[in-house]
Nanobody, 124 residues
Framework: QVQLVESGGGLVQAGGSLTLSCAAS????????MGWFRQAPGKERVFVAT????????RYADSVKGRFTISRDNAKNTVYLHMNSLKPEDTAVYYC?????????????????WGQGTQVTVSS
């Protein structure tokens, strides 16, 4: 079992930056692939980014490519989502997720554990 706790959400103006963190409870965190997803009001949850256990492989949704960066610090059991040039359409609840078998997948059913989410609101 892996418990995930997101933090770092908040209110930011368009064009601003924000960094989300996701802390994992398990010491074997470094063996899990990690992902970020988001759910905007009235919409389904969608893929944002994913990173392999070593950090050597990443993948992004087209909507965030070039603006968001996913990274991890295995010594701190934490994965990050650095968000730049934020837009109002980035407003959503952001979730981190862990997978025991990293494949760069954007499919939610490939991820085994989920956090509770953190709200990001981008004002215009």
């Amino acid at each position: 079992q892996v418990q995930l706790v997101e933090s770092g959400g908040g209110l930011v103006q368009a064009g601003g930056s924000l960094t989300l963190s996701c802390a994992a409870s398990r010491r074997t965190f470094s063996t899990y692939g990690m992902g970020w997803f988001r759910q905007a009001p009235g919409k389904e949850r969608v893929f944002v980014a994913t990173i392999s256990w070593s950090g050597g492989s990443t993948r992004y949704a087209d909507s965030v490519k070039g603006r968001f960066t996913i990274s991890r610090d295995n010594a701190k059991n934490t994965v990050y989502l650095h968000m730049n040039s934020l837009k109002p359409e980035d407003t959503a609840v952001y979730y981190c997720a862990a997978t025991g078998v990293y494949s760069g997948s954007s499919y939610q059913d490939r991820y085994d554990y989920w956090g509770q989410g953190t709200q990001v609101t981008v004002s215009s």
